[in-house]
């Protein structure tokens, strides 16, 4: 295909045919492709203000879907293509990510109540997603797949659960969090992040069950 030409008779199209050429060139595009080429456009669109109900519905359909393994694309893995990445496996990371980071807005924006709510579903479906079950499929995966800074998400989804929750129901939010980040070298501090935030009763509430449970919270000498 001659680049040249193509670009002269594409010079004469109007804006529905170019808006629809894009179109089709964007589905058949893998993740990766779609971030190199519209993804500073993407970082100009992004809401500033969220709608928390919409939001929400939102990652309610994204739960449903993950867990009816809409996502999951699993093949025959051998010596040739033990790295290769499927597509949906791709496409669910890149939007989880984008979903945490709209529940972080929702946190900005005080909306607590929808904010932990999100967090919520979010992180059950890491939690699904780190325990192997069929959401993603590829021979390595983790939480570093996904698009962000998971730091400023868990300080989110803890300063919202510390205004909205008791605290049985912070400590029941935080410490699978604490833990996990217990496994992953304290990258995340997130012992010390949920305890900025938490309230007296909160705090104490958490500490009762990280010695009950024997959790470490930070690393040993």
């Avoid at 804006?15 to 629809?20: C, G, P, R, Y």
């Avoid at 093949?75 to 979903?99: A, V």
Wanted: glycine share 4%.
């Amino acid at each position: 295909m001659d680049k040249q030409q193509l670009f002269e008779i594409l010079r004469e199209q109007n804006s529905s045919v170019l808006l629809k050429l894009l179109e089709i060139a964007y589905d058949e595009m893998s993740t990766n492709q779609r971030r190199e080429v519209f993804g500073e456009f993407t970082k100009k669109s992004k809401r500033s203000t969220v709608d928390g109900k919409k939001l929400l519905k939102e990652i309610e359909q994204f739960h449903k879907e993950s867990m009816k393994g809409v996502f999951y694309a699993p093949f025959e893995i051998n010596s040739k293509n033990f790295s290769y990445i499927p597509q949906e496996t791709e496409e669910w990371f890149d939007r989880i990510g984008e979903l945490l980071e709209e529940s972080s807005k929702l946190t900005e924006q005080g909306d607590h109540s929808n904010a932990v709510k999100c967090f919520g579903l979010l992180y059950e479906l890491i939690d699904v997603m780190e325990r192997g079950d069929e959401i993603v499929f590829a021979e390595e995966y983790g939480t570093w797949m996904i698009p962000g800074e998971e730091k400023k998400f868990i300080k989110a989804y803890m300063s919202s659960l510390a205004i909205t929750a008791t605290p049985e129901e912070f400590t029941t939010a935080a410490l699978p969090l604490i833990k996990r980040d217990s496994y992953e070298s304290f990258a995340n501090k997130t012992y010390s992040l949920a305890i900025s935030v938490a309230n007296k009763e909160q705090r104490a509430q958490v500490e009762v069950e990280i010695k009950h449970q024997n959790i470490r919270t930070k690393p040993q000498k």
